[in-house]
């Protein structure tokens, strides 16, 4: 394991926190980003426990939340950021050097 990588990352490491870095990893980077409503589906969170998280993240630099209308609704969308991909790419470098 690297020397300079003693303990996980603790902005990510949390289970919700990492399923919902996990579902956005997977958005091309130009990507408008996650619907709250889609992501609160895929990680079973509830609307206060989602919204905190994202928060957290948010502070973190790791996300950005991007808040609209859509047809006169408001809208929430979360999508990674360049400092958050580095985060998650060394994250995952961090469980496979653990396990290996």
Not at 31 to 59: I, M, Q, V, W, Y
Not at 82 to 95: H, I, K, P, S
């Amino acid at each position: 394991m690297r020397d300079d990588v003693e303990q996980p990352d603790s902005n990510i490491h949390q289970p919700l926190r990492l399923k919902i870095m996990a579902a956005l990893k997977v958005l091309p980077p130009k990507d408008p980003g996650l619907d709250f409503t889609r992501l609160r589906a895929l990680t079973g969170a509830t609307d206060g426990n989602l919204g905190a998280h994202l928060a957290s993240l948010e502070r973190a630099g790791y996300i950005e939340v991007v808040k609209d209308f859509h047809n006169r609704k408001p809208r929430t969308r979360a999508r990674m950021s360049a400092q958050g991909r580095r985060a998650f790419g060394a994250y995952v470098e961090y469980l496979q050097e653990l396990i290996s």
